[in-house]
């Protein structure tokens, strides 16, 4: 576990920072896939960890959920448009191609059973100390996290840090396989750009202390304000 800043850890359960979840003061943003569980349960061991809160219920990050809010007694909390798919475990229902073989893949290796949602949170909430944003595109009821004092950012995935192919680092939008909506996700990345964020944390790819990178890409891809 990774001390990103003051009570901000970066968990990567993938090599490379393929896949990263987050503890943010007692909220872990995230689970992975369904065999995280192990790891991220000895990564916060040592921490008081109250709450489960999804950036959005696809495969690679709600696939320990239900074992980890079940082992710490804890409530997992996600938007009211992603709660049918945390609870039901039908993960990949909003995937462009559901029958894609990496869908499929997903489904049978990656996705967790579904676990109830104690609380569902809207633009504006705070947890962890950070306040919700609403960045659908990616998932219908996709969210990221803000912290202005800092400007540390919980991107999700409405962008990567990564090729995930290649696994080289660098800013790209979500592979569309996997994104409901590429323009309603593009607009996602305008408001996240607009915050000015100075440290991006994604659930794809190295942390990134935002040096213009973030300006370059949204002028690079040539999506417009």
């Known amino acids: 576990m990774k001390n990103i800043a003051k009570d901000v850890y970066q968990i990567s359960l993938f090599p490379r920072n393929a896949i990263n979840c987050y503890l943010i003061e007692d909220v872990l943003i995230d689970a992975g896939i369904r065999t995280s569980s ?16 999804l950036t959005h219920a ?3 990050h709600q696939g320990s959920s239900k074992i980890i809010c079940e082992t710490l007694n804890i409530p997992l909390l996600c938007s009211d448009a992603e709660k049918e798919f945390a609870e039901s475990g039908n993960v990949f229902t909003e995937y462009p191609n559901p029958n ?18 104690a609380k ?16 659908p595109g990616h998932s219908s009821g996709h969210l990221s996290f803000f912290r202005e004092k800092d400007g540390i950012l919980i991107v999700g995935d409405v962008m990567t840090n990564m090729n995930l192919l290649t696994t080289k680092v660098g800013l790209h939008e979500p ?3 996997f994104t409901a909506d590429k323009e309603t996700n593009r607009k ?8 000015n964020p100075k ?8 942390i990134l202390f935002n040096n213009g990178e973030l300006e370059k890409f949204i002028q690079k891809s040539k999506i417009a304000y």
């Open 100 to 117: 894609h073989i990496f869908s499929k893949f997903q489904k049978n290796f990656w996705a967790g059973k579904g676990h109830s949602v």
């Open 38 to 53: 192990n790891k991220i349960l000895k990564s916060i061991k040592e921490k008081s960890v109250t709450k489960h809160a």
């Open 120 to 135: 569902t949170l809207k633009e504006g909430d705070q947890i962890g100390g950070f306040t919700v944003i609403e960045t």
């Open 188 to 195: 996602s990345i305008l408001k996240l750009a607009s915050l």
């Open 175 to 177: 592979p569309h396989l």
């Open 199 to 206: 440290i991006l944390c994604f659930g794809h790819g190295p």
């Open 58 to 60: 696809h495969a690679d």
